[in-house]
């Protein structure tokens, strides 16, 4: 695993569309993070994820694009973002330092460009400066870090009898309505060609879930997932299927959270895993099914990513948000092999708590815990370094799914997934032979969940 770069950048300055004459502020802030160590001679390509205020466009809506760097070979900064405005329509952004000229400061520091919209055609011009008094602040904030921009990256490559989903979990705290977003590659054992599928399901509050599928469909080009114009990409989601269509971007400056040990991912040790790269996301955009329209402005959620030979025997997944940033993550699950298929099942518990994430050896702790699944209710205990963990879920009847899976295999599974769930959490601490309490949370219909089962 090679280690990158991270750094912030501010640019200011002003706008103006085709066919006006008045110059409007134009701003943007982003956090910027390279797969590598930069070498001055060469070139690099660094994600660019940040916020924009553009005056009649944009009001801190999210970014999502990259820096495309290199001064010596191409003369250029190259910065591409896109971002839904105030409109609700999706813009785009595309400028250059050019790094030409005896004023080196003003090519370092200067950066034009334009806006196009969904059409590309050209709606605006950009003129943004480097503000020179946060030179210092820029410097201070360059950070060194274990490359982990490619944690949402496609991993299947070809190989037949793989499973790829990327899925997106969330609650509209206006409404109260849970979302779940689902794209999935599945590449059958036999060697077929590989098909793109998912669905979008809506868990509004006091009525039954709604469910809209897309696919089977050949992929496109995108190098994340694409099929049917259906797009999911590091913080950026959108299609349209049936009765439905939804435009999203996500954000999250947290780390990833690793249900899964780090290793069992980056080597595929497991016959399959998950981690969690957004795990305290918060989604922008909207959503259409029907004649229902839900407008996300911040709704908490997480981004996670699958990929192995299949799915488990049966399982039990929770995705909790506690708030002020701490979030728990449950994967339970008994393998399909032969033989482990009868043992019980695993519980991978990762808890982050004040930016701290427990429990230190994931794996040490899953082989001492224990899991009861099953509906409506299922419980998880895990203990580890004189601290015990103990889950309690409610899946709501009338806000539980049932959604069919199929291995690449062609072995049938069927899910029951609820973006409603309730959850209690304790986190307990031994002291002289004695659990007491820590922390405890109690969230209503706020919790994410699943059970996953074999026919």
């Not at 990762?350 to 409506?376: C, E, F, I, N």
């Not at 002291?431 to 026919?455: D, F, K, N, Q, Y």
Request: glycine fraction near 12%; charge should be negative.
């Amino acid at each position: 695993m090679a280690t990158g770069l991270s750094f912030s950048e501010a640019m200011v300055g002003t706008w103006r569309r085709i066919g006006e004459h008045l110059d409007r502020p134009f701003s943007f802030d982003a956090l910027l993070n390279t797969p590598t160590l930069p070498s001055p001679l060469g070139g690099f390509v660094a994600t660019l994820r940040g916020t924009l205020n553009a005056e009649g466009m944009s009001t801190e809506t999210p970014i999502n694009g990259t820096l495309e760097f290199s001064p010596l070979r191409d003369h250029r900064l190259r910065y591409k973002f896109t971002t839904i405005a105030d409109d609700g329509l999706h813009y785009s952004f595309d400028g250059w330092k050019t790094i030409r000229g005896l004023n080196q400061l003003r090519a370092w520091t200067t950066l034009t460009g334009a806006i196009y919209d969904e059409n590309s055609r050209e709606v605006g011009s950009v003129t943004l400066r480097f503000p020179l008094e946060s030179f210092a602040s820029f410097v201070a904030g360059f950070r060194l870090l274990n490359d982990d921009s490619d944690l949402e990256d496609r991993r299947w490559s070809g190989e037949p009898g793989r499973l790829e989903v990327w899925y997106d979990t969330l609650n509209d705290p206006r409404t109260g309505t849970g979302l779940w977003l689902h794209h999935e590659i599945c590449a059958p054992s036999d060697g077929g060609a590989a098909r793109g599928y998912g669905w979008l399901a809506l868990f509004p509050p006091d009525e039954a879930p709604e469910i809209v599928h897309f696919g089977p469909g050949p992929l496109g080009e995108n190098p994340w997932f694409e099929v049917d114009g259906v797009v999911a990409e590091p913080g950026r989601r959108t299609g349209s299927a049936g009765t439905a269509s939804w435009e999203l971007t996500y954000l999250d400056g947290g780390p990833a959270l690793f249900t899964f040990p780090r290793t069992v991912w980056r080597r595929r040790l497991f016959p399959s895993a998950q981690i969690v790269p957004a795990p305290t996301a918060s989604y922008h955009g909207t959503v259409t099914v029907g004649g229902r329209v839900v407008t996300l402005d911040g709704a908490p959620g997480g981004a996670a990513h699958i990929y192995g030979q299949g799915n488990a025997e049966r399982w039990g997944w929770l995705h909790a948000d506690l708030g002020d940033g701490d979030v728990l993550e449950i994967v339970a699950a008994v393998s399909r092999r032969p033989g482990l298929n009868r043992l019980k099942p695993l519980p991978f518990v990762r808890l982050r708590v004040d930016g701290a994430d427990w429990p230190r050896y994931g794996l040490l702790a899953a082989l001492r815990g224990s899991a009861k699944l099953g509906l409506p209710e299922w419980n998880v205990t895990v203990r580890s370094g004189g601290r015990r963990l103990r889950v309690r879920v409610l899946q709501p009847a009338d806000a539980t799914l049932a959604v069919a899976y199929a291995d690449p295999d062609g072995a049938p599974a069927t899910c029951q997934n609820s973006e409603r769930s309730n959850a209690h959490v304790v986190l307990e601490r031994r002291v002289a032979s004695v659990w007491t309490v820590e922390r405890e949370w109690t969230l209503v219909a706020t919790a994410h969940s699943e059970i996953g089962t074999r026919p």
